[in-house]
């Protein structure tokens, strides 16, 4: 299925939130000191179209097992992968966005998600267990779409390194960045295999959109999408999430 437009969330306050919560489960070397002021961007549809990308590794592909379902995700921290929190929850009354009234259901439980570096998640290859889920208290679909995934344990550089994050300022209106993510390559070629999709454009940020889908925290970028690309990162020109 093709959409105009990719809708991401940019929430500075959770993120920080989130990596102060999961550094309690365990050592995260990478959680700075301005963790609070941290901002991501994870897409909440997929991408289309893309080329494809083996040496992106921090964007990793998560599997939700009871629920069959395959998304995209960042890993931000050697021990903390943030991703869509609809990969591994229930969206109630969708499938239409709606902010008044679209909500979303209790996570997965850990040991039903795992995450895959590989670039292709049909290749034989290890799969990273999950410890513990984070999502924020409010369980509205808009504002709330995300989930940080603490693995089992972190993941050695060889394997994958984290991803800065973009602290200096919010996205802006026709401000080019990229999309990553293991969707399908439009209507033919499957999921499962890492694509990156360049010289996308910020269409609109927050209440600017005029959207009933998405409130403030969020902004919706151009450019068509597919089924398990959904919490994938936007990256910017410097690379950054």
Same mark, same amino acid.
């Given at each position: 299925m093709y959409v105009a437009e990719v809708r =991401?969330?940019?929430r500075s306050a959770w993120v920080g939130v989130a990596l102060s919560v999961v550094a309690c489960a365990g050592p995260l070397s990478c959680a700075t000191p301005s963790a609070a002021e941290e901002q991501v961007g994870t897409s909440s549809a997929a991408i289309a179209s893309g080329t494809m990308d083996p040496e992106q590794s921090a964007v990793v592909a998560v599997l939700t097992m009871d629920r069959g379902s #395959?998304? *995209? +995700?960042? #890993?931000?921290?050697p021990r903390v992968v943030m991703t869509a929190r609809h990969c591994i929850a229930p969206v109630i009354d969708g499938p239409s966005v709606d902010c008044a009234r679209t909500?979303?259901?209790?996570?997965?439980? /850990? *040991?039903?998600?795992?995450?895959v570096t590989a670039s292709q998640t049909a290749i034989p290859t290890r799969r990273h267990g999950v410890a513990r889920v984070v999502v924020p208290d409010d369980q509205?679909?808009? +504002?709330?779409?995300?989930?940080a995934l603490v693995l089992d344990e972190p993941l050695e550089p060889t394997e994958a390194v984290p991803l800065p994050i973009r602290v200096?300022?919010?996205?802006?209106?026709?401000?080019? =960045?990229?999309?990553?993510? =293991?969707?399908r390559d439009g209507a033919i070629? /499957?999921?499962?295999?890492?694509?990156?999709?360049d010289d996308l454009h910020v269409a609109c940020v927050g209440l600017g959109c005029r959207s009933s889908q998405l409130v403030s925290s969020e902004w919706w970028g151009d450019g068509a999408v597919?089924? +398990?690309?959904?919490?994938g990162p936007a990256l910017d020109r410097d690379g950054f999430v």
């Open positions: =991401f969330v940019a #395959l998304c *995209s +995700g960042v #890993l931000v921290t909500m979303l259901g209790a996570a997965s439980a /850990p *040991s039903e998600i795992y995450v509205s679909f808009c +504002g709330a779409d995300v989930a200096d300022r919010d996205p802006s209106p026709g401000e080019a =960045f990229a999309a990553v993510g =293991f969707g070629a /499957p999921s499962g295999t890492r694509r990156r999709l597919c089924e +398990g690309d959904s919490g």
